[in-house]
């Protein structure tokens, strides 16, 4: 059977395929158990670096993980907090905001009768119902705030990832054919993973709150839960900006009016464009290694995969990916077809050069 294998080409392809469908299948199966998992492993990259900084003043190491994970849990609280009374409150508005649009499209309707155009008021009414239109919002949050119900376990796994971070490199060089080079890949990876982590918090916080001052200035309602959900929606690349504009834009037409929803509509336009073409690539510098079209279609298979979570992880899983590609042979040039444009260029330049060094013997 081996001998069959490595002769054809094609039954080799069909193997793995087979292999690849039945790990995605188990993966799928066992999401419950891998989202609080993942959550983990990035809780304790991002929070490494801390407690490296308090090391280097010679805080003990158990009273750093203490200090930031109480830091974490505290955070988590407040922002936990706020969403649910905010969307508790929401949900008792509901009635009135849809008497309010009953309202607006009887106007609407009166004033196209003139025109000879008439509405089905009450279909029209039911699919633009404002529980319904801000349901992919709200069940995005609620997917994320399923999260809090394995708090702690989330917390439980990140402090033993943290206290056993400094024996990794040990056990690697232990487990490793060739230990110097896998450990600089690693490393490698985890700096572009922090990297990538910490200037998309910090640009995430300020799409936030200029995202909650602008609804604050326009007059909508609930401005510090419209804030956290552009923050919270911005780690998903694409059309996480999208999901967070749309129920503002709807609720800001139902209390303000067709000038104040243009207001916000142009206003989280600005915001976006200046966050993610602005200020983002200027702080992420050479970028993350992997195409924008692949950025893309990780969120969709990420998202089908682990649900919500995969969805605000797509681009950490699939560095992760590239980089274990990377470090096959058979399969790297998966990772040529995942790596960006500015990655590619840079590796066919490289093989310019030794080419040019080391030119063929003419014939």
């Known amino acids: 059977m081996q001998l069959q294998l490595q002769s054809s080409p094609a039954l080799r392809l069909l193997v793995t395929c087979a292999c690849i469908i039945i790990i995605l299948a188990g993966v799928k199966w066992s999401a419950v158990i891998l989202e609080p998992f993942l959550l983990s492993v990035f809780v304790a990259i991002i929070c490494q670096p801390v407690i490296t900084f308090l090391a280097n003043y010679r805080v003990p190491k158990w009273l750093s993980v203490i200090c930031v994970i109480a830091t974490v849990v505290v955070i988590g609280m407040s922002l936990a907090s706020v969403v649910a009374q905010s969307i508790n409150q929401f949900s008792q508005d509901i009635p009135v905001y849809k008497t309010q649009l009953r309202q607006d499209f009887n106007w ?13 008021r009450e279909m029209i009414v039911k699919y633009f119902d404002p529980a ?36 990794l490199t040990q056990k690697l060089h232990l487990a ?15 700096d572009s ?42 780690y998903i690349p694409t059309i996480g900006s999208i999901i967070a504009a749309v129920p503002v834009i709807l609720l800001a037409l139902l209390q ?21 073409n602005v200020i983002e690539p200027k702080f992420m510098g050479k970028g993350l290694g992997i195409s924008t079209l692949v950025v893309f279609l990780s969120l969709i298979f990420w998202g089908w995969l682990l649900g919500t979570i995969g969805m605000f992880l797509s681009v950490p899983l699939t560095m ?3 980089v274990a590609l990377e470090a096959s042979d058979e399969y790297r040039w998966l990772a040529t077809f995942l790596a960006s444009e500015e990655e590619v260029q840079q590796e066919l330049d490289e093989v310019e050069a030794a080419e040019e060094k080391n030119p063929v013997n003419q014939a």
């Open 108 to 120: 609407l309707a009166d004033h196209l009768v003139t025109f000879n155009i008439e509405l089905n």
């Open 132 to 167: 319904a239109a801000m349901s992919l919002a709200t069940n995005m949050v609620s997917g994320a705030g399923n999260v809090l119900a394995n708090f702690l376990l989330i917390l439980l796994i990140s402090v033993f990832m943290l206290f056993e971070a400094n024996s």
């Open 176 to 190: 490793l054919d060739d230990p110097q080079h896998s450990i600089s890949k690693i490393e490698g990876f985890l």
């Open 193 to 234: 993973v922090k990297n990538y982590l910490a200037i998309k918090t910090a640009v995430s916080l300020a799409t936030g709150l200029a995202a909650g001052l602008l609804c604050w200035i326009v007059g909508v309602d609930y401005f510090v839960l419209w804030g956290i959900i552009a923050f919270l929606f911005n």
């Open 256 to 276: 303000v009016g067709v000038a104040g929803a243009g207001q916000i509509g142009i206003g989280y336009l600005l915001i976006n464009l200046i966050m993610g």
């Open 320 to 322: 992760v990916l590239k």
